[in-house]
């Protein structure tokens, strides 16, 4: 066996080896993709090709930290049932034995070509980087090419994770970067046909008066409407009031991109995502047209070594797929509709009349569920509060236009809340309630919290309640697995 065939060889023996506990977890994710065993993290190589979507994974068979990553793949025809492909690549090469990092594919000339990072680590702990490709001709199999880009002058080590595209013919790549300054930043490759790649320097960041942390990770450029989008995860951005309270952020820029200065005009930054649990989003563009983002539900952080799935050997999952619309320079997120085939039969009450008292669901919901909450005739509405479960919070106060979720710590023992402000109030609310997370579309997506929870699954209770008077329409589905 050759290193690669070995390192594949282990991998698929952890899978086998491990399979009946990672499906006796009761905490194992019903319509999420997750890991097969061990560590998942960032959506990497996000595709639709030949009519199939393709999404590759960070993976770390071998156990629930971070270490050496490979690409893990999965398949689906419809975004909503994914099957477990052969592993994509192993870290076996000199230029990626430390990690086959983050990266992402183009279709070209009829084969499906991936761009990802090598990292390396020498004894000292000393970091080398290296952009790689690798190709397939049936999606399936790959075949590495090798380095393409050198580190370039000006920056450290932590230079990765490109993404490429193509624009009025030429190919584009973005890298997430760090200055030798220690400042985060988003640089920018351009070649004629994918082989040969040009450095045409910082499109954001520094050099451009954009002071944002020490790195910047996983960046993606996409249109949307008539603007640009520089989508990345900065880190080392200090929590301010209600903003930046993870350990490390993901969001974007709204602007414009111009093509012949090489540079990206955009708009300050926006965290896409409010909740605990959001990192190193990937998008694609589909054969409909839409922009469909999927993120890693963690951020890397000291909350990781708390999950109670690492007793039962993995760790993570995706959020679902979400369709990108842009509504007045702001990126509006939805659940992509092919996740209305999960659902079984609602039950809908409508015109609940809550004043100042509580509205108790009358069944239990299960622990897959989708609910959709809407709230009519809110003027005379201070307050509004949604319990589920033994764990989660969700409050709205009229007041200050502030909506909260609160989960129960996975540290200590007490409740913690992320916020954010809802300018013209609230509206609605869609949850997607897994065994052991939850997304919370607010107003039609304006807003997104996703969050991981563990709860006992012993309280399958909902209830909501109010201070002031509001009519509240809520129908729930059980989501199939
Ligand atoms: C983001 C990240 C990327 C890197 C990958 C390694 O979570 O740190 O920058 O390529 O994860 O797994």
Redesign the pocket.
Known sequence: MNRDEELRYKAYQEIELHKDIVERDPHRQHYHVVPPVGLL??PNGFIQWKGTYHLFF?W?PFDTT?GA?YWGHYSSTDLVNWSLEPIALAPSNWYDKN?C???SAVAHNGKMKLF??G?VKDEQNNRETYQCLATSEDGIEFSKQGVVIELPEGYTA?F??PKVWQHEGSWYMVI?AQTTEEEGCVVLYESPDLEKWECKGQIAGPAHGDNLGY?W??PDMFALEDKDVLLF?PQGVKADGVLYNNA?QSGYMVGQMDYHHSRFHGSSFVEIDRGFDF??PQTTLDDHGRRIMFG?MSV?DDQEAHHPTINYRWIHCMTVPRELQLCNSKVYQTPIEELKQLREEPTTIANINLANQQYVWPSELDCASEIEIGLNNTEEMTSFELELFDCITLSYNQHDREFSLYRNSLIHDEKESRSCHLSSGLQSMRLFVDASSIEVFVNDGEEVFSARIFPSHTNQDMAVRSEGTVNVDITSWTLKQ
């Open positions: 993290n960032d960070q770390m971070h990553k990690g990092y983050s990266g990802y990072t990292n932590h990765r994770d997430g790195m990770e996983c995860s490390h990192y190193a890693w890397p």
